[in-house]
DNA sequence: GTCAGTGGGTTTGATTTCCGGACTCACCAA
DNA sequence: TTGGTGAGTCCGGAAATCAAACCCACTGAC
């Protein structure tokens, strides 16, 4: 890992990227926050659950929350932070219902209509996350794109050579 | 990872989820093809970016391109369905410069501007890539989503109570 | 008051995976 | 003949993963 590309996917997937770190946050942002509940639904061994939990506490993506007194117990709920990462899992959820499960997707998420709130027309609806460009709106194709490193010594297909 | 929420999320990182493997799709994806490319620029151990093509050719995100019969050598070269994880990897990038580098991106991606094109007005500008549900053309918030578990036995937060 | 149960972990010891470096093999060029 | 490149494979030690067992503070039921 040492000399690689530096590049914001790979710090953001040292941060999430180890298995079930995705999963715990699928999990909280689904409503299921507490450590039982992350054991059951993720599937990890709970040593390694509690260290990712360690984890995404310090890196502020999760807080834990107490719920009682006596006996102490607590809850992991998404910050700011951690809830900004569920346009991720929504968009890895798309590409797997689109390769992996076609015709019987595991989940469905429903988008709320914003009927006569400002902008809003549809009532509720199947969300279907797609990626665009928030400066001119329009979805994102692979060949408008042009990558520019900014460190000194990288160009977009490897190292400057010396 | 038994009897754990079925889901796409999961689905797709089983895939994609092992260290290196979207860093890989990334490199193919800024048009670094080649092994020992790959090699420099995610600093995978050339044992393990090995098994991790193996894997991403087996499951059909990249495909072996000859470009020299003698002697014989061939570059990595992204399907439909690697391309279309590139959404994915956007998000992540987008995530990373405003969470952890911020006000020094590594990277800046150019989208082309569409002028003269069918709905194209803005020239070429940087990417802001931002993720909107296609069915309303909403940018997707948490309290507007609803999760429905398509599997009998689990609800939004676990598996239903026997 | 004892006993089983719950929530949130930690400990243990065996298995896997990762890692960096050295090695291979086929070919080309000087 | 020597050196270099591209695309890996092989090696042995270090680190991470796993399932299962254990722990501890507390509670509520008998």
Redesign the interface.
């Known amino acids: ?13 040292a ?1 999430v ?1 180890e ?1 079930y770190s ?2 715990v946050l ?2 909280v ?4 926050t507490r450590f039982d ?1 992350l054991v ?5 061994p709970r040593d390694v659950l509690a260290t990712r939990l360690k984890r995404l506490v310090e890196a502020d993506l999760l807080e834990k929350v107490a719920y009682s007194e006596r006996p102490p117990r607590h809850e992991y709920r998404a910050t700011r ?1 951690g ?19 076609e015709g ?11 009927r006569g709130r400002p ?4 009532g509720d ?12 709106g ?1 979805e ?1 194709h ?10 000194p010594g990288w160009t ?4 400057a050579k010396t």
């Open positions: 890992m040492k000399d690689a590309r530096p590049c914001s996917i790979a710090d953001t997937l941060l990227g298995k995705l999963l699928r999990e942002s689904l409503g299921a509940q059951r639904n993720t599937g990890a932070a809830r900004e990462l569920e346009p991720v899992l929504l968009t890895l959820m798309a590409w797997g219902d689109r390769h992996l499960n019987d997707r595991p989940m469905v998420i429903e988008h709320a209509g914003r902008g809003g027309s549809l609806h199947e969300l279907v996350p797609l990626v665009v460009c928030a400066q001119c329009e994102v692979h060949d408008d794109l042009t990558a520019h490193p900014q460190v977009a297909t490897g190292p």
